[in-house]
């Protein structure tokens, strides 16, 4: 079965950067665009970015765009997010997901924190 491991979280300050990595299994990752959704506590799961299959094409929210960058390494079956100048508002459950866009993913793993504080 589907199965996507997030690590990577952790606490960091703002404008900060942290590095998330989704290990992806179950299924023949290099056939699926991936994404990364957020969610905070009270509100729902915020799609945040997603990539191509192959990786050629990266497309984010605008709420992160030019600040996170999504990567993916096929040979590695693994995704990541690159986190840079975090804000407050970053702070969040981070997923990785099957699919590449908000209304396409399937599948997402349990998530990794993310806490931005002074």
């Known amino acids: 079965q589907v199965q996507l491991v997030e690590s990577g979280g952790g606490l960091a300050q703002p404008g900060g950067s942290l590095r998330l990595s989704c290990e992806a299994s179950g299924f023949t990752f290099k056939n699926y665009a991936m994404s990364w959704a957020r969610q905070i506590p009270g509100k729902g799961l915020e799609w945040i970015g997603g990539i191509y299959s192959n990786g050629a094409e990266t497309y984010y929210a605008d709420s992160v765009k030019g600040r996170f960058t999504i990567s993916r390494d096929n040979a590695k079956n693994t995704l990541y997010l690159q986190m840079n100048s975090l804000k407050l508002e970053d702070t969040a459950l981070y997923h990785c997901?099957?699919?590449?866009?908000?209304?396409?993913?399937?599948?997402w793993g349990q998530g990794t924190q993310v806490t931005v504080s002074s």
């Open positions: 997901a099957r699919g590449g866009s908000s209304t396409s993913m399937s599948s």
